[in-house]
């Protein structure tokens, strides 16, 4: 679908990182972007506010959710359920509300873009709420985008890419995860917002991809 001076994009989560960086994209198109998420006042936990938020907006061609990155780590053995179901609340949870209500929005050409993760096919031990919780999202999106049809649904899944996500980690820490990353992976280098942002654009104006999974990660499924 060509984007013109009526196409309507919604990013949420785009206030930061990758989601960020795609509205920036969206934004040098034609057409109208909504960017949302806490910060601007929609928390995605909060299934009333998401409808509110669709119905204010109106019809709507492309949806595209990032929201919602962190989650607790540690073995399962350890990691508290309450802080699990946290996470799940707002990525797993949070993208399922999205995507519903926005998808009586979404008219013929649109689509919903969700955001699974690396860890979703790799077995880390120590991750398991990403890996639950982003695998069951992309099994999730796969019937979204059968049940949905002709609306198309994919997910990209980044790997490990530069972001305000992990401005919460001491610089030092950061910068050597960043580094040990960039060393081992076979991309030699970490993603950026940009690097994945052009994936986003990719099955938002490819017409034949849907149900798919779009694994942007330097190489970390096949290291
Ligand atoms: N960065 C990576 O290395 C990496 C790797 C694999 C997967 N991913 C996935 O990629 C996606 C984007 O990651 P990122 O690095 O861009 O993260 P980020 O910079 O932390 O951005 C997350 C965004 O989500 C919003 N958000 C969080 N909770 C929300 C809520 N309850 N309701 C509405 N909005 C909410 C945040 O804004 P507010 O705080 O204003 O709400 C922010 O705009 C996430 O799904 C993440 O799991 C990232």
Do not use: C
């Not at 972007?33 to 929609?42: I, N, Y």
Request: charged share 20%; hydrophobic share 45%.
């Amino acid at each position: 679908m060509k984007f013109t001076k009526d196409t309507v994009s919604v990013v949420i989560g785009g206030t930061s990182g990758i989601g960020k960086a795609v509205a920036g994209a969206l934004e040098e198109r034609p057409g109208t972007v909504h960017v949302a998420s806490r910060s601007t006042g929609l928390d995605i936990t909060d299934e009333a506010s998401v409808i509110q938020y669709f119905d204010a907006i109106g019809p709507i061609d492309h949806v595209v959710m990032t929201a919602g990155s962190a989650a607790p780590g540690g073995l399962i053995a350890d990691v508290t359920i309450d802080a699990a179901k946290e996470a799940f609340e707002t990525k797993y949870w949070g993208s399922v509300v999205v995507a519903k209500h926005a998808s009586s929005k979404i008219g013929p050409g649109g689509s919903i873009t969700l955001t699974s993760g690396f860890l979703a096919r790799r077995t880390v031990p120590g991750t398991f709420v990403k890996t639950a919780m982003n695998a069951g999202l992309e099994a999730t999106a796969k019937l979204m985008a059968k049940e949905w049809a002709p609306i198309r649904v994919n997910v990209i899944s980044p790997g490990l890419t530069d972001t305000e996500a992990y401005s919460g980690m001491a610089d030092k820490a950061r910068k050597t995860m960043l580094a040990n990353a960039t060393a081992s992976l076979p991309a030699r280098r970490v993603g950026t917002a940009g690097d994945l942002a052009s994936g986003y654009l990719f099955v938002i104006d490819n017409p034949y991809v849907t149900g798919s999974i779009i694994d942007i990660d330097g190489g970390s499924l096949i290291n």
